[in-house]
């Protein structure tokens, strides 16, 4: 361990039964190891902790190079992860499907229940391959990367245990290493007070405002020309600040201001994490079955219900917001179509409202054909006209072209493989957090009618999730 390892044991308050905890994970670990013959095996050690853990402090005091923290749209489990028991990663170039697909669909397989890969991938790995991380704060993240936590501290309700993943043989044969790992797991006690965040000192938009307005006239220049139908185009807003800025202390307080969103984070050991509120699923996976969506079209909240309601049925009405979110629709529509039997929308539109806006709903169910791997979903799914566009490939050339920042992580799909299931949400209200700095993105679709204005407006409330916590 390094000073700062250190540092960071002395500063959290162990639980009293940390020690308890750790033999107990260290005999099973021992124990399940027994009879791992030369076979690929995948086994799970649970131990039940009484005492509330702290996932913040969690994830920010372990001397682990992998965390990994996700909680799904609308449940009370939450998974907090550190370090890495095995890793699929692409490094650089495009994400080729049928690699991944080996590489995760054949080990997915073995997995026993509840173990999954948690990870996502770059919304564009095409731009990585040509420009070489035109972003270097994207660089510890790769165009994917896939990871089997060594530790997973999971929430559900008030039931809370600690899993150790061990992958056979290979661990098996370094069990001592695998021991040790343990031994150096903290378990936080519950703090009374987050510890809180810094007020930034500057902010600096990517597009500037003035950029933006001629960038989206470009845009409306090319649809009107028929070249494109719709863009989804994004910017970034960095903040900075005098000290660094804890992510852990971000995802604290984002998460209960965010509900029914997907929570999430993720840091590989580089110098940034992302993080985010996402009310976006790409799709759930549960055997044969597929839940989509179409998210698309825009609305603030107000205060009062009249006003209110107002929005929501100006929303729900609106021409320029429903052809936006029936270019998702339908492309997702399209995509689904050759891997299913069935699909259908049971919903219709309906309104999705969110504690910093509201949106266009349409929920997607299918019946799979055999054989549908989640990999082969999000070959099929990413990226979807709500996060790229119609046609897509000139939308992504267009995306390249002009918006003038590496999204990197943001708006990539993200979220876990397990075993004939699968979920992924679309990484959008998201933040990338490096030292004393943190990039939040957003982007808003732009269709015939688009006004460059209130597209930055638009914006301006997306990225108002985090806005608003340092306010
Ligand atoms: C691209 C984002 O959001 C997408 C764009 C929307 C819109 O323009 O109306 C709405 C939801 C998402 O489809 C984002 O938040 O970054
Ligand atoms: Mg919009």
């Known amino acids: 361990m390094n000073t700062s390892d250190s540092l960071a044991v002395s500063r959290v308050r162990q639980i009293d039964a940390a020690d308890a905890v750790r033999s107990s994970l260290v005999r099973q670990v021992r124990a399940a190891i027994q009879g791992v013959n030369g076979h690929r095996t995948v086994r799970r050690v649970l ?3 009484e005492q509330r853990v702290d996932t913040a402090d969690f994830l920010r005091s372990q001397a682990f190079e992998t965390s990994v923290y996700w909680a799904g749209r609308g449940t009370d489990r939450s998974v907090a992860a550190v370090g890495a ?8 170039g495009a994400v080729d499907t ?4 080996d590489a995760i669909v054949a080990r997915a397989q073995s997995l026993p229940d509840g173990a999954r890969y948690y990870g996502g991938m770059r919304f564009d790995a095409f731009q990585a391959t040509n420009n070489d991380y035109p972003d270097r704060g994207w660089e510890s993240f790769g165009t994917y990367r896939f990871v089997l936590p060594r530790f997973e501290l999971i929430q559900s309700g008030s039931e809370q245990h600690i899993v150790c993943n061990i992958v ?6 370094h069990i001592d290493e695998v021991v040790a790992d343990v031994n150096r797991l903290l378990l936080p006690a519950k703090r ?3 510890p809180g965040f810094p007020s930034p000192t500057g902010r600096t938009d990517v597009p500037a405002r003035e950029n933006w307005m001629s960038i989206i006239q470009g845009v409306l220049e090319s649809i009107s020309a028929g070249a494109v139908e719709k863009v989804v185009m994004a910017r970034s807003a960095t903040l900075s600040h005098d000290v660094d800025v804890d992510p852990y202390a971000v995802l604290q307080q984002l998460a209960p201001a965010t509900p029914n969103c997907f929570h999430f984070s993720f840091d590989f050991g580089g110098d940034s994490t992302f993080v985010g509120a996402s009310p976006e699923r790409l799709f759930r996976q549960t055997n044969c079955t597929v839940y989509s969506e179409a998210v698309a079209g825009t609305r603030s909240r107000a205060q009062t219900t009249r006003e209110d309601r107002a929005l929501r049925d100006d ?3 609106s021409d320029k917001d429903r052809r936006e979110h029936a270019f998702v629709e339908d492309a997702i529509r399209e995509m689904l179509a050759p891997l299913c039997t069935t699909l259908d929308s049971p919903n219709q539109r309906t309104e999705m409202k969110l504690s910093g806006g509201r949106h266009i709903w349409t929920r997607i169910e299918g019946t799979l054909n055999d054989d549908v791997s989640p990999v082969a979903l999000l070959a099929a799914l990413h990226p979807t006209p709500a996060v790229g566009g119609v046609p897509s490939e000139r939308a992504l050339e267009t995306i390249r072209e002009r918006e003038g920042f590496d999204r990197g992580w943001y708006a990539g799909p ?12 679309v990484a959008i209200r998201s933040a990338r957090i490096r030292g004393a700095q943190m990039a939040l993105y957003s982007g808003a679709g ?3 009618g688009s006004d460059p204005q209130e597209e930055w407006d638009e914006i301006e409330q997306k990225i108002g999730n985090f806005l608003s916590l340092v306010d």
């Open 47 to 49: 131990v039940d902790v």
């Open 85 to 92: 028991a095995e890793v699929l990663s692409g490094k650089s």
């Open 98 to 101: 049928d690699v991944l697909e």
């Open 168 to 173: 056979g043989p290979s661990d098996v044969k």
């Open 192 to 194: 009374q007070r987050s």
């Open 315 to 317: 929303l729900m009405t």
């Open 414 to 425: 993200v979220g876990w493989i397990g075993k004939d299931e699968a979920e992924f949400a």
């Open 446 to 448: 732009i269709v015939r």
